[in-house]
């Protein structure tokens, strides 16, 4: 087994420390990495944030939500309690700068410090200057930038130059904890460390590629800022395309961070252009409406934002794009993403050509294309669908068959969650699994077309049954090409 590599003594300062991201994620994620004794016992987290709270407030917040999102099984009290003697807390403003000359005296000299963005992205620029002006910033200093980056390209060039004139490009980490997920980094050594795979990796073989990231919930309380972003934004601009890019990159020179990076601009760079012709029929955009998630009738999007407010902001996108790349050249990949959708999954789905010509007899039975499901979420694993014999005599008979690869039950070990790599990641200086800002601004670049189609058209977002799949316009789109969406889960 590799060794994993240790990380230096660090501080943590978390801005936005009461917020839901820092105690539903960052302190579990934190806690699993301090009980696995990846991180140095004498390490600190500090959080920051406006509220009026003691030290010790903070310390039984966090200590609350520990044992509420980490299960009672994987916790260990006295761990747990040496953990959260490394938290302390400092009430800082982000705005008027109150709290940084606190916060600048409890802070070591010479250690690591890394500090985690867990703001609105309106505020980054205004801490980073916080951090400048107490000469918080040090050699040894990163910054963690949460998405979404931007609301659209101008936006995001205005945050990456705020943030830019404090911390260099090789400080700032931007976080997408899609990547930091196992089995996007397993697809990695599924094409770069099997040359069975990468040979097969191209419009010769590939029909085309699905990538679905399926949520069942609604807004879940974050009306406000959802209907801000919309699955645009808060999903497909970020999520799904860099496991567009996962899939679709050429094999970087090395693991490095500029090599991947490198080679994942390219694709970007390569995606077919949008514009208003093309995106009348390869683009859906849908809002759930009340229906039924789980066996229980749930209200729809406009009942979750609250009395009196209507919106156009979509819960559902599904969208056709295409990379112009010989190696790709007419492959389609579909991307679609949506909130009280009937089951909560994010896979990736190659689809192969269909065999060329049918040798057995019509009694044989149907003849179903091979099929290589990468699994993220649920139970993250990888699945090749293929076709075998049905045992027995009496003449041949084919049956669909599946390699099925489940990650925790092969290993039988517990997966990490993102949040754990990406945290220690950011301290051990490794940028592979992070954005870099010509990539963010590339991403922009390209869903800028779906943002003015969408402003310049009154056609209000396709709605849609909550528990269902989205609009029928999606199952359209993708039938139009002789296809259909792949919805075996499991």
Known sequence: MAKIIPVQQFECVVFGATGDLTMRKLLPAL????????????????????????????????????????????????????????????????TSGEGFDILKQKLDVGRIRVFYMATSPDLYGNICQRLHENGLITPLSRVVLEKPIGKDLASAQEVNNDVGQYF????????DHYLGKETVQNLLALRFANSIFERLWNADVIDHVQITVAETVGVEGRGDYYDKSGALRDMLQNHLLQLLCLVAM???????ADAVRDEKLKVLRALKPLDPASLAQCLVRGQYSAGVANGVSVPGYITDLGPGRTSDTETFVALKAEVRTWRWANVPFYLRTGKRLPQKVSEIVIQFR????????????????NRLVIRLQPQEGMRLDMMTK????????????????SFEEAFQIRYPDAYERLLMDTVRGSATLFMRRDEVEAAWTWVAPILDYWSNRSEPPRVYPAGSWGPTASIAMIERDGRTWHEEYR
């Open 168 to 175: 260099a490009e090789n400080q700032t980490y931007r976080i």
């Open 390 to 405: 049905d045992p027995g005599p009496g003449g041949m008979r084919l049956r669909p068959a599946h390699l099925n690869i």
């Open 354 to 369: 269909d065999s060329p010509f049918f040798v057995f007899p019509r009694s044989a039975g149907d003849l179903e294309p």
């Open 31 to 94: 806690y699993y990495r301090f009980r696995d004794e990846q991180m140095p016992h004498n390490s600190r987290i500090i959080g920051a944030s406006r509220s009026e709270l003691t030290a010790e407030q903070f310390r039984t917040r966090a200590m609350e939500a520990i044992r509420q999102h980490v299960p009672e099984r994987e916790r260990d009290e006295i761990t747990l309690h040496s953990f959260i003697r490394t938290l302390t807390y400092v009430p800082v403003d982000g």
């Open 250 to 256: 050429e094999a970087p020179n090395s693991l490095e």
